[in-house]
């Protein structure tokens, strides 16, 4: 197996940075002299401001799976199809108009707190079942977009990329918990934003690359076949309503300092989520029209 030194020596650099300023928050906390109870290391003790908010917030959907998701669908199906950034979008900021600033005003710790106060801790339980099975499903595919991603980069096992991910992840969480999550997703958002659109300009004047305006003769944009308008509509439903009942997006919800930064992120974040997804819609194009010339 042959490994890309150049690539290999990024990652480790990039893991390096992720885990140092993970662990960096970590002693932020510890320094602040805040306990180190459940409620503190779930929600960073109700302290996030505002900036490190919405980059946290738009983190909880511009991850791997997103990106990697984005510039395939754009690939398979034409811009038609592309409903993740919209709906997503969308959802955050339902949830911003909805819920954010009542969730926060309550000083709710989960989301399901006011199912378990209304009708008790079994249905609390009973409800946690799909919330874990979501989120278990939800972080496979961002590791599984993780590990894809560096066996293109470095030519790496695509189980060994996921372990070392999960492991890093797994370790400066333990020590900081959602400060250390918060400050290493404005690492990793910076890091995706810069490094696709660095990439961008050398996808697109490759000699294989074709044209990708709305004039060419590859049409990426595509159209809409009728028969598929409820399918249509029903998936994009799915995105909206279904992208608000999460924990990740409650958990950044009720870590706000207030409760009108609660509802202000949710609507940044998802202006966030539409702006992330322009580079991988490129990507997307040009993988449309390579091998065309």
């Not at 009542?102 to 919330?131: C, H, N, W």
């Not at 939800?138 to 060994?160: F, M, N, P, Y």
């Not at 918990?177 to 697109?204: K, R």
């Amino acid at each position: 197996m042959a490994v890309h030194v150049a690539g290999l020596i990024s990652v480790i650099v990039f893991y390096l940075l992720i885990l140092l300023v993970g662990l960096w928050a970590a002693w932020k906390t510890k320094r602040s002299g805040q306990e180190e109870d459940s409620e503190n290391v779930m929600l960073a003790g109700r302290n996030i401001g505002l900036v490190v908010g919405v980059f946290t917030m738009t983190a909880t959907w511009v991850g791997g799976g997103f990106i990697n998701g984005t510039a395939e669908v754009i690939y398979t199906d034409g811009f038609v199809w592309c409903q993740a950034p919209f709906g997503y979008a969308l959802s955050l900021v339902f949830g911003g108009y909805f819920f954010a600033e009542r969730m926060r005003s309550q000083g709710y710790v989960t989301m399901l707190d006011p199912f378990q106060q209304k009708y008790g801790e079994r249905m609390g339980g009973l409800l946690y079942i799909p919330a874990l099975l979501g989120e278990v499903f939800w972080s496979a595919a961002i590791l599984g977009a993780l590990g894809a991603t560096l066996s293109v980069i470095i030519d790496l096992d695509i189980k060994t990329s996921i372990i070392v991910s999960a492991c890093v992840a797994t370790f400066y969480t333990l020590f900081g918990g959602l400060y250390s999550v918060a400050y290493t997703d404005v690492v990793q958002l910076f890091c995706i934003f810069i490094g696709l659109w660095l990439s961008i300009p050398f996808a697109m004047t490759h000699d294989a690359v074709g044209d990708i305006s709305l004039n060419a003769t590859t049409n990426w944009i595509q159209e809409l076949d009728p028969k598929y308008s409820g399918y249509y509509i029903d998936s994009f439903l799915l995105l909206i309503f279904g992208g608000i009942p999460w924990q990740v997006y409650f958990q950044r919800v009720l870590s706000a300092k207030s409760a009108s930064n609660a509802q202000m992120l949710s609507y940044v974040a998802a202006v966030g989520c539409i702006v992330m997804s322009i580079p991988s819609v490129l990507i997307g194009a040009v993988a449309t029209v390579t091998g065309n010339v």
